[in-house]
């Protein structure tokens, strides 16, 4: 490992011999030493319970020496009969633990992940009289690492000054790898900054840790300012700082800067290596240009570095991106001819592209030669298949792979779900994909507010009570779900006559935040409207204005038609009065309701009073407006009043009003009435243009008469 522990860690291991033994020639003993090592760890691996090691390594009268125990502390597997192994040794007489033992104790409970008796070890260690160098603290640090203890592994290093141990490169090096590696910029960058002010200079493996570290979090100027302290340091670029750079560039999308890093490197004397070029079309591909990304290939191909998977691949999925799959294909084919390196990562970006512009056949076809090559398919190959048979209209198709892929041991992700859910749900084939909604559930997936609509949706049409199922566990589970979907069962519930099962949903509902439950009181009010239950409507109108619910204009609606369908015509108006005293914009329904309501108990002249009120508001009346108003005087003795009271030419009536007047005047025996009503129609039609030709005046006419 460049610039870690690994290089001090190896001069100590070469320094001792392994536990196979070593050359016998080398110096007088080296044998027997070799020989009791061996013995050792046959009595150890043999003991089957650790509160026998102590009587089997006494029978053995070995005089322990350091040696001994370092070589078999690495060759034992078990940490505890390890640990009861170096304990024993420590009792030995005229035996004393070294740093190494500690060490290579340390390491073997690290690994076991043992870190309460490490600590305890280590305090033990730092008691003696040794000269302590920071190797055990490194080792440690690698462990707390392997472990994911990232915070353990950072305490450590301050752990070592409370010792009186100045960290070393090394030190700083091990820790500062695991933070870039774990994505922990701002805390690998405080501790480049901590290092230099501790006294410890960067080396090259420091500078260029932390520039791959800018440059993967998209902060390349900051790269840039490392580079230069890195020169001012007296370290000169290597390969590997100008990749990242370019590495940092691609993230950005920044061709055009990779490409001018890059002849930087090659004007300083650096030759790129498969890596370097590879970033480099990356970046070009990113950028859109895969054309250009094929020149670089070229290049490589010309200064004899060859591709290798990863550059094929990338070009390949450049082409797809950009549409252009058959240039893909043409790529991987003559790839493929020149004997070059692919893998199934390029097999699965060129199938994935076939897929996505539809060519079914074309991805089959690709991934039977992907087979006869060698090559497993993966599990994004099966998503890919089994997308693009969704796109096609092939969902049956796509549950058949599907369950091939889990057939074959392959894990599909929530997204694969998602996307079968609701091609399935959407075709009708709402069996397979409940199984589907069962199984990701079991299986821990989040289920995606696409796949929930359409199950939900489409399932509620032909089977009520399961719908209403899945929101519940969908619910259960906060899965994100639409208000239409909820609105549909809640509705469904409604007209099925289960009012009860509605507002227990609705209770459920209001609990979400995110859910509009305006939209959902207005349906469970308009049920109850339905079944002429207007207490409990009328309790539900009462909760939202609690709630401090914004009451649209469809719930007043379903209130106002259910009180005037009953005649009760005192609540229908308060609430109508509140619905202006809210400012809601009223429109020629409510209106209407409200006059057919009045005009059906007679009371016509409130009736009126709206209809005048609706030229105010400048709603305009529609037929039903008209007949509802006319309804409200007596066939034989109204309707001249009716025509005075409405004042025709104020109102803009239009011929069917018109019409409807004339009518009765006529069928009650008023014919010079009427006659003198379709005379003022005619003369206003005509004016506005409505009648075309003298001809249908006079049909008119002759039809009345």
């Known amino acids: 490992e460049i610039g870690g522990f690994g290089k001090e860690e190896e001069v100590n291991q070469k320094s001792l011999p392994e536990c196979q033994g070593d050359d016998k020639s080398r110096r007088p003993g080296l044998a027997n030493r070799a020989t009791e090592i061996q013995r050792i760890r046959t009595v150890l691996e043999r003991i089957g319970t650790v509160a026998s090691v102590e009587e089997a390594l006494d029978q053995l009268g070995i005089a322990i020496k350091p040696v001994h125990v370092r070589q078999v502390l690495k060759c034992l597997e078990d940490a505890e009969v390890a640990l009861e192994f170096f304990l024993w040794a420590g009792r030995q007489p005229r035996y004393k633990h070294t740093v190494v033992t500690y060490t290579e104790m340390i390491y073997a409970l690290g690994q076991a992940k043992e870190f309460g008796k490490i600590w305890t070890l280590l305090r033990e260690m730092m008691g003696e009289d040794f000269e302590v160098t920071d190797l055990p603290f490194n080792i440690l640090m690698k462990t707390f690492f392997q472990a994911g203890m990232i915070e353990e592994a950072a305490q450590t290093l301050h752990l070592m000054r409370d010792y009186g141990i100045a960290p070393s490169v090394i030190s700083y090096n091990t820790l500062l790898k695991h933070l870039v590696r774990a994505g922990q910029i701002s805390k690998a ?6 290092m230099s002010c501790a006294g410890c200079l960067p080396d090259q493996f420091t500078f260029n840790m932390v520039i791959d570290g800018l440059g993967k979090a998209t902060r390349l100027d900051d790269a840039l300012k490392v580079l230069d302290e890195m020169k001012r340091g007296g370290y000169a670029p290597d390969v590997l700082t100008w990749t990242s750079l370019i590495n940092g560039c691609s993230k950005l999308g920044d061709a055009k800067r990779a490409s ?31 054309d250009a990304g094929c020149e670089i290939r070229h290049e490589m191909l010309a200064n004899k570095c060859l591709p290798n998977a990863v550059t094929h691949t990338t070009l390949i999925d450049g082409f797809v991106r950009v549409g ?3 240039d893909a294909h043409r790529l991987f084919d003559e790839i493929l001819e020149m004997g070059g390196d692919v893998s199934a990562v390029t097999y699965q970006v060129l199938v994935h592209g076939f897929c996505t512009s539809g060519r079914m056949e074309e991805a089959c076809k690709l991934l039977n030669r992907m ?3 060698g090559f497993a398919l993966t599990a994004n190959t099966y998503g890919s298949l089994t997308f693009g048979f969704c796109r096609v209209g092939k969902e049956l198709e796509a549950w058949k792979v599907f369950q091939i892929m889990l057939e074959e041991g392959h894990a599909p992700k929530s997204g694969l779900y998602n996307i079968l859910i609701d091609a399935l749900s959407r075709a009708g084939h709402l069996q397979k994909s409940q199984q589907l909604f069962t199984n990701m559930i079991k299986e821990g997936h989040i289920a995606n507010l696409r796949a929930c609509s359409s199950l939900l949706k489409y399932l509620s049409q032909v089977d009520l009570e399961r719908a209403v199922g899945n929101l519940d566990t969908m619910l259960d589970n906060h899965f994100q779900v639409s208000p239409t979907s909820c609105d549909i069962l809640l509705s469904g519930l409604s007209k099925a006559g289960r009012l009860d099962d ?33 207490d409990r409507a009328v309790m539900y109108f009462r909760e939202m204005k609690e709630k401090d619910c914004i009451v649209d204009l469809q719930t007043y609606s379903s209130l106002l038609v259910c009180f005037c369908k009953h005649g009760r015509m005192s609540e229908a108006l308060e609430i109508f009065q509140n619905t202006k005293d809210m400012g809601i914009s009223l429109d020629v329904l409510t209106f209407t309701t409200m006059i057919a309501g009045l005009c059906r108990v007679r009371r016509v002249e409130e009736a009126c009073g ?16 008209y007949t509802a108003l006319l309804t409200g ?3 034989t003795e109204g309707t001249s009043k009716y025509g005075e009271a409405l004042d025709l030419e104020r109102c803009e009536a239009d011929a069917t009003v018109y ?10 025996g008023k014919i010079t009435e009427a006659n003198a009503l379709l005379a003022r129609m005619e003369e206003k039609m005509s004016r506005i243009g409505c009648f075309k030709s003298g001809s249908d005046q006079g049909n008119i006419q002759l039809d009345c008469r």
């Open 324 to 326: 252009r799959v058959d």
């Open 502 to 534: 509605a507002c227990r949903l609705l209770e459920k509902l209001c609990k979400i935040a995110d859910l509009p439950v305006t939209y959902f009181y207005s349906t469970i009010i308009k049920g109850f409207c339905r079944v002429g239950k207007f």
């Open 371 to 373: 087979k006869a090559n």
């Open 610 to 625: 709206l209809f005048f009120d609706m030229v105010e508001f400048k709603v305009c009346a529609d037929y039903t407006t």
């Open 260 to 290: 001018k890093i890059f002849n930087d490197m090659v004007n300083n004397g650096t030759s790129p290596n498969v890596l370097t070029y590879t970033a480099l079309i990356n970046s070009l591909c990113r950028a859109g240009n895969v």
């Open 189 to 194: 960058l405080t501790l480049y900054e901590e």
């Open 633 to 635: 005087y007596p066939k």
């Open 659 to 668: 019409m409807s007047l004339v009518d009765r005047l006529r069928n009650s």
